[in-house]
Every structure is written in C-alpha cells, then in structure tokens.
C-alpha cells in the first residue's frame, strides 16, 4: 500500500513523513483537520526501482522529474486523489520527510507546497517535484548541517484537501520572543496562509495570556493576500480598509488560544500552528515542534552569560532604555552590555554618588536591562569638591589622551583589506576598547552627577517645587549638539544666499538633493563643504548606539536634510541661542534674591557656576564617546564583515550584527557558514522591535522604585492620570498647545510638521532637527537630564517627560496643552470628534 487516509493511518508510521504523523494524530484525536492522504515513503522507493535511478545521482532531482509512474504506482495514487476530491474542490500537496519537523532539526521552508490542485495530472507532477526536492542542494545542505546523514530516500507527500481561507495564520504555543510559557503568539492574515508562511505580509500580531486569554495586539500592514483561482493560486492587493482594521476578531483569537492549548496538551511540548477561517469554521492545517525557541533558549542559559535566563528574571532589573533605545543588535549587545556593566561597576565603586552600586547588566529580548543594590559607602565632599572646578577639562583630557588615538587607528582599519589574522587581531583589540572606553565613560559622568545632585538640593532649600528651572538656569552654553546645528544652519545661510542653491533646496525631495548638486558646479562645491562638515561631525548614526544604520558620515543626506529644514522653516540660530541665555541670566538673577542667608548665597553661586561650566558634559560626552565610538566602530567591523562575506561565512557583511562577538571571533578563526544563524536572528530581532519593552522586570520594593526614578525619571504610570490629563515630569517650562504628532523612529521625521506637538518614546540627538518645528515635546522616557529634556531648554519648548503612556494614549491629530512648569498633559480635543 502506498497512500492512506488520516483517519486509517498509525500515527506512529515513519513512512507518513513528519507532517504526514502530525495530520495523522491530530486527526485521529478529533481536532479540526482537513481531510486527506498521504503517500508513504515506499512510494518513491518504488518510483526509483521502476525507473532504474541511483539515489546518490549527483542529476537526482532532473531524473525523478523525467521517470514515469508504474501503472500500478499511477493507479493507486490517482483513486486516493478521486476519493479526496469527491469532498473538495481542489487540493494542496506538500512534502513530508521523515526529517522534516522533527524535534531538534526543523526542516521547515526546506521542502515543496503546491496549492489548488485539481487534475490527475497536475497531481502527479507535484508529487514528483516534491519527491525531487528531497534532493535539492539546499536541502543536503541542511542535512549536512543538521549532521543529518539520512541517505536513505524517506520521503513521503501529503495530500490534503484545500480550505480556502478567507483568514489565515500561524500560532506559537510558547511565545517565540520572550520565551514565556504563559503566552501564545498569533500571526494573522487575509486569504491562504502561504503568504505569511513565505513572509510576503507583514501581519496581525496578537499576544494572547494562556490563563487570562487577555489579548495585546499590533495590527500589521497585510499587503497582499493569497487566493485560488481557475488554476493555481494568485496574489491580490489588499484594500485600504483591509489593512486598516485587524483581520481576527476577538471571538476567533479566543477560539484559536483554546485549540492551540488543547493542541499543545495532546503534544505535551510547545508547538506551532498553521490554521484557517473558511466560512467561519476554523481548521488547523498542521502542527509541528517548536525547535528554534528551544534552540535559542539553550544559547541565552548556557552559551552567553550576558543574555538573562527566567531565573534572572525574578529580580529586580531596571530597562535603561532611557539611555539605550530599543533593542540592539546581537554583534552590539556583545560589546555594550559588558561594557556597560564593567564602567558601571567600576564607577558606582569610587563614585557612589546615589547611594547605589551596579551588579550586573543583562540583555533581555534585546533590550539591556541593569540590576543594582543600595549602598552606604559615600565619597567625602572635599574630594568632590576638588575635582568640580575641573570637571569639563578633565572631560577633554581623557578624550584627547584615550579616545582620539584610538578613533585614529580605526579610521586606519575602515580602509584596510583584512586578512583572517589582522581582522581577529582588530576585533579583539575593538572589544577591548569598549570596556576601557565607558569606564572611562563613566568616570567622567558621575562626577558631573554628583554636582548636579548637591546644586539642586541647594535650590530645593529655597525653591520647594519646579526643579526645572534650576535646569534652565544651566541653559544657553554651546554644547557639541548646539555647535553640530549651528553649523548646519551656517551652511544654510549660504544656500538662501545662493539662488541656484535656495532653488535646489526649495524644489527638491530630501532624498534627491544630493544627486541635484551635483549636476552643477556651484552644487558640487557646497557638498564639498557638506563633506568637511561630516569628517568633524558627522560621527553619529540614524540610530544611537547601535551598528545597524548609516552614520552621517557615510551619507550626507541626513545633513542635507537637516539644511533643507532650516532653509524652509527660517529658523535664526543665533537669535533663539541668544534668548535661551538671556532668559537663563534672568531666571539665575531673580533666585539668587530669594536668598537671604549671605554665605548661603555664595556657596549656591559657586557651585552654580561649576555646574553651569560643566554642563557640557551630557552632550560633549555623547559627542565623543557614546556616538563616535559607535559611529567609528561601524565602518572598522564594516571591512571585517567584508571578509567574512568573502569567506562564506554570511551572505552581506552587514549581516554580522546578527551574530555574537563569539561567534565572529570563531568563524573568523575558522570561517563555517553562519548565513542562516544570521537570518534567525534578524527575523528575532525585528520581532523584538515590535514588543513593548517593560520598564523594569520583578517586584521591586518601594525603595528600589525610587533609587531608580532617580536614574531614569519616572517606571511608572502617574495614578493621577484620567480620561483627559496625563501627569509627568516638569522638564521645561511654559505652555504651547497644538496638534500630536507621533514619531516613533527616524523613519517618520519627514511627517512631523511646522507646529505639531512632538510624542515620542525617547530622543537622542538626532532627533533635535525635530526641536525647530516643534510647539511642545512629550516623551515615555526620561529624566530631568535626558536629552529631551536638555535640548527642550535650549530650544525654549515645554516639555513633560517620563509619561510612560503618552505614545499610547494619544493619537496623531489630537489636540493637547502642554504644561512644562507643572508635568501636565490636558488632551483638548480628540483627533476623531
């Protein structure tokens, strides 16, 4: 016998083929399976006897698709087909190796699928591709990395009646990027599930509680779905009001957790799913083990001590996402979340300036989370004191002695062809740096902490409420960032002084002005000076600290872009610069008259006049070190990654940031392929893009909140928050109201116009072109020094930060009052009444 039903099969027959024993089982427990067959493994045993082939045929694959079917093979294959398709319209075939979905090797996306078939004929051809595809290079390939040595041909075909979903999707049983047992992850989308499967959408993702079926959703764009037409399937654009709205109600989501818990009880380990709604009944169209998470899960517990593993999480850590934006690249995360832990343990020790000390840093679903306890230990006053005055010019002594030096060596090696040995030898060295550099990093911060934390408990002795304007107080001194946009507005300048440039800039799309310049000379000799700007300061990337995106240097659009915006909006500079001084001159000279105790007066003056002259130091600092290291470090492990590409190892040398600093070091050493690790990953982390990170992991105490608001400014949602106030940090001063603008990554910029209120989780200094055009700010994230905040003084806007629900309570298009003296959100008019 070679083919059989799913309802008469054992479901522990090998021949069906891995997919062919799940359809068995789950039928045969009665779960809602299409029905089918399956032709068992000695059917092409039997194609190969008849036709004379040798399996170990280097031309396997042609000759399968040139033999010919027994009569007696053709009959039986062809009365299962008639049978099947007295119930159904059309029907799928699909591989099923003995391999295939097996636990600890998926051979998932390795093999065939061909969908609405309908005739004898097409019928056996696509048995015959899928047998041919068990001897396809990319599948020995597999097997071979796999140490799968399976020689012998254990193929085996399912035949399954088509359901022609009018939704369809995926289901994890476990969620695959958190690794939580207690939730299950649905992907979702229009018409045949082969367009999720393939990744040719970006689908409806729902997060569901496996106790509670409470649901978090993120709706995805659906681009295209698939459907069956007279022959074979087609892709279709979706309608605007398809990809606006979810394509799972609630009743199904509920529906699909509750099969997907039966079905992982029936298993007994975490599974996948593929399923479909036709006609409002739901069908599940296959099961199998879920190998990648187990797989990724055993890497975070044993192989990188730095990747938190479930029992980490059960104390207390702290996201620092205040710091570090969204999650980071693994290549990254090897050199950061050490590096960070290594400065900060060192720098809490000899400056424990708010009585806490780190333990450990960890990367958790890619965001880098701290974990610290209090401490008793203090540093005494006088030796703080001695060091106050110097604070700024310590900073440039460290970066002139330690930084620039080694910027210059990797300038050098962004330009040298490696060999195996001078690359390894690059990188090491490279890793080395990082923990040199921050703690070198923090030995310049703390210091500067520390002063800031004496001044303002000086001006809280006299001033009991609204710090803020002890921070505006310390505004209006050049910094790196301010001396970064007012170069670019000098350059500006030049363009409205020039008709030919002020025309280029005026008419053109961002993204087309640098090839416009260069079409004519006067173009060509302003980019050269573009160019001079980027070599001084054009060392940040698209996104803070990361690898992934461009640097300005490697691009001169963003600095183009940002001159194209001071040309239209007609910001002055030197104008706004000088009224942010005055107003810091004004507020100074009418607290110091609050003072009435002499000797109090002149210590807050002196200290003031530290704080202010060191106050450099949060840009200057990110300037240097936090973004050029990064921003050099991307072009110097750019040429390494040229090299691994030459050797095989990944397929695009920017698929390194997909792999851990182990493993570079490895295939470095000695290169093996590593192009579908890199792949996962990716896939991994764009996963992780999607998720709200928390704020923090564990059950801190009341103590711990607020050593760590000290931090980071507020974890938590305000209690005080209703249906049309949100409460937050007062960072600057003032009231401005206006529309809501959302912008979630640099990508949305070019929507942010002349007047909007700026939503956002975080900024970093790239984000300050946005600062111009901007009536207010408001943020998720952020303390009273977080850049938001600094860049808001400096620029005069009011600002309320660490909202932690801003991006999710309002819309684009909402109409709020932002008050910065008192941290007060009043929502005006919402955008849909």
């Known amino acids: 016998m070679y083919s059989v039903r799913f309802q008469k099969a054992e479901e522990s027959s090998r021949s069906a083929g891995a997919k062919g024993m799940n359809l068995i089982k789950l039928t045969k427990n009665g779960l809602p399976v299409p029905d089918g067959f399956v032709i068992q493994t000695n059917a092409l045993t039997r194609f ?61 996306g390795q093999y065939e699928t061909y969908l609405n078939i309908k005739t004898e004929e097409e019928f056996l051809g696509k048995v015959k591709e899928c047998w041919a595809s068990f001897f396809s290079a990319r599948v020995s390939g597999y097997k071979e990395k796999m140490n799968n040595d399976t020689a012998e041909p254990l193929m085996g075909v399912v035949v399954q009646g088509l359901i022609n979903s009018e939704v369809s999707g995926v289901i994890f049983s476990r969620n695959p990027v958190t690794h939580d047992d207690g939730e299950l992850m649905i992907s979702a989308s229009y018409g045949l599930g082969e367009a999720i499967v393939s990744g040719s959408v970006t689908p409806d993702t729902f997060i569901v509680n496996k106790g509670t079926f409470q649901i978090d959703k993120e709706i995805g764009l659906k681009e ?52 479909g709604f036709a006609e409002n009944k739901l069908y599940l169209l296959q099961a199998r083990p879920i190998t990648t998470i187990v797989q990724d899960q055993k890497a975070a517990d044993e192989e990188r001590e730095f990747i938190m593993t479930p029992r980490d999480q059960k104390d207390f850590w702290l996201n620092m996402e205040s710091n570090i934006e969204g999650p980071v690249s693994p290549l990254f995360a090897s050199l950061i979340v050490p590096a960070l832990e290594y400065g900060l343990k060192e720098s809490t020790k000899t400056f424990p300036v708010m009585g806490i000390e780190i ?22 006053a006088e030796q703080l004191e ?143 000076q573009v160019g001079e700007f980027l070599q001084e300061y054009g060392w940040r990337s698209v996104k803070s600290h990361d690898l992934l995106e461009e640097t300005w240097a490697e691009n001169p659009y963003f600095a183009l872009a940002n001159i194209q915006n001071y040309v239209r909006n007609g910001y002055d500079f030197d104008s ?57 470090a991307r072009l110097c492990l750019l040429k390494i990654g040229e090299l691994l590409e030459k050797q095989g190892v990944i397929d695009d040398r920017e698929d ?81 109201s206006g529309p809501v603008k959302v912008i ?72 709020v009052s932002v008050d910065g003296t008192n941290g007060k959100i009043t929502i005006v008019k919402r955008a849909s009444c």
């Not at 460290?398 to 390894?424: C, G, M, S, V, W």
Request: glycine residues 4%; negative net charge; charged residues 25%.
């Open 48 to 108: 190969i006897e008849d036709n004379r082939l040798q399996a170990a045929d280097a031309h396997m694959e042609r000759a399968i698709m040139n033999g010919t079917f027994s009569k007696e093979l053709r009959d039986e294959l062809a009365a299962s087909f008639y049978e099947l398709r007295e119930s159904y319209a059309s029907v799928a075939v699909r591989s099923s190796s003995v391999s295939e979905d097996l636990e600890g090797a998926s051979f998932a």
């Open 224 to 275: 295209i779905y698939i459907v069956s037409q007279e022959e074979g399937v087609t892709e279709k654009e979706t309608s605007a009001d398809m990809r606006n709205r979810f394509c799972l109600d609630d009743e199904n989501i509920k529906e699909l957790a509750m099969l997907t818990i039966k079905t992982e009880e029936l298993y007994g380990y975490p599974v996948d799913l593929e399923f």
């Open 359 to 380: 333990e450990r840093v960890k990367l958790h679903q890619g965001r880098v989370f701290s974990r610290q306890h209090k401490t008793d230990d203090k540093l005494p």
């Open 386 to 528: 001695a060091l106050f005055p110097i604070l700024a010019d310590r900073m440039y002594d460290i970066i002139q002695e330690t930084f620039l030096p080694f910027y210059q060596k990797l300038d050098e090696l962004a330009h040298t062809n490696h060999t195996r040995e001078t690359a390894l030898d690059a990188f090491r060295n490279l890793q080395d740096f990082y923990l040199k550099g921050y703690e070198e990093h923090f030995n310049i911060v703390f210091p500067q902490v520390a002063l800031n934390m004496m001044l303002e408990s000086m001006y809280g002795q006299i001033e009991k409420e609204n710090t803020s304007l002890l921070y505006e107080m310390l505004a209006g001194v050049m910094n790196k960032s301010l001396e970064t946009d007012r170069q670019l507005w000098l350059l500006s300048g030049q363009v409205k002084d020039s008709p030919e440039l002020r025309r280029v800039f005026t008419v053109s799309p961002a993204d087309e002005l640098h090839q416009t310049l260069l079409q004519s000379n006067e173009g060509k000799r302003f980019l050269e």
């Open 576 to 632: 706004e610069f000088h009224k942010t001084i005055e107003k810091r001159k004004q507020l100074y000279a009418a607290f110091m008259e609050k003072i009435e105790d002499d000797g109090f007066r002149e210590k807050f003056d002196r200290y003031y006049q530290w704080t202010l002259s060191s106050s450099v130091i949060k840009d200057d600092h990110h300037f240097y070190i936090d973004a050029m290291l990064d921003a050099k």
């Open 656 to 736: 390194m940031w997909y792999l851990y600093s182990d493993e570079v070091e490895k295939a470095l050493a000695s290169p093996v392929p590593m192009q579908e690790k890199a792949a996962e990953r990716k896939q991994l982390f764009q996963q992780y893009q999607l998720l709200e990170a928390p704020a923090y992991l564990g059950t801190p105490t009341p103590e711990q909140l607020q050593a760590a608001e000290q931090i980071t400014g507020s974890i938590t949602e305000d209690e005080k928050n209703t249906e049309h106030h949100i409460y937050g940090l007062a960072a600057s001063s003032g009231i401005a």
């Open 744 to 815: 979630r990554d640099a990508s949305e910029f070019s929507l942010f116009s002349s007047g909007d209120v700026l939503v956002c989780k975080m900024t970093t200094p790239l984000w300050t072109s946005l600062f111009q055009d901007a009536k207010a700010v408001i943020t998720d994230t952020g303390g009273i020094l977080s850049h938001a905040a600094i860049i808001a003084r400096e620029y005069g806007l009011p600002a309320v930060l660490g909202t932690r629900a801003a991006t999710d309570r309002l819309n684009d298009g909402d109409i």
